[in-house]
């Protein structure tokens, strides 16, 4: 019985549409109305943004941390404005939990190299980080389609 709910789940992921969720971008997102605990760690799906990673858009871009914020439910969604050849692009990283898990602090006047999904959101541009390259160390944040690597990892907190 265990395996033919883990194809059937594969199945459903494999042939939903490629998108991340990104909670901090609006959009009912892949698996809205599944019901409850199908994707997501929200009740009735992944919640709003999954729509906003758009693969077809990936970019690489370099430059300097200007500034690190968090926001969303108890500060948790890690943003940060960086400074590159073309002028201040806000990337959007991932959770703050998943960031200390994984052992990458950002601060003001790194130096970093990030891959992800330039999209435009409220007219201005905004990068949502596929993988974040600090020195030596690279962190995978979401994979080629821009799903979340944290997803299904639960929520800490």
């Known amino acids: 019985m265990k395996t033919k709910v883990l ?26 109305g599944l019901g ?5 760690g929200r009740a ?23 500034a690190v914020s968090a926001s969303g439910p108890r500060g948790q969604r890690v943003q940060l404005d960086l400074e590159t050849a073309d002028g ?5 990283v991932g959770p703050a939990w998943f960031l200390e898990k994984e052992g990458l602090n950002l601060a003001a006047g790194d130096e970093l190299e990030v891959t ?4 435009t959101r409220d007219g201005q541009p905004l990068l949502i980080a ?14 080629l389609n821009g ?3 944290w997803a299904g990892q639960g929520r800490r907190r």
Request: hydrophobic share 40%; aromatic share 2%; with cysteine.
């Open 36 to 40: 409850r605990g199908m994707r997501g």
């Open 88 to 92: 201040v692009l806000p990337v959007r």
């Open 116 to 119: 992800g999904s330039k999209i």
């Open 7 to 32: 194809i059937a789940l594969a199945t459903l992921t494999l042939s939903a549409p490629a998108a991340a969720h990104d909670p901090g971008c609006p959009g009912p997102g892949p698996g809205a």
């Open 147 to 149: 799903i979340p690597v």
């Open 44 to 66: 009735g799906g992944p919640g709003p943004g999954a729509r906003a990673y758009d693969p077809k858009s990936v970019t690489t871009v370099a430059g300097k941390v200007s």
């Open 130 to 143: 596929q993988v974040v390259k600090k020195g030596a160390t690279a962190l995978a944040l979401r994979d």
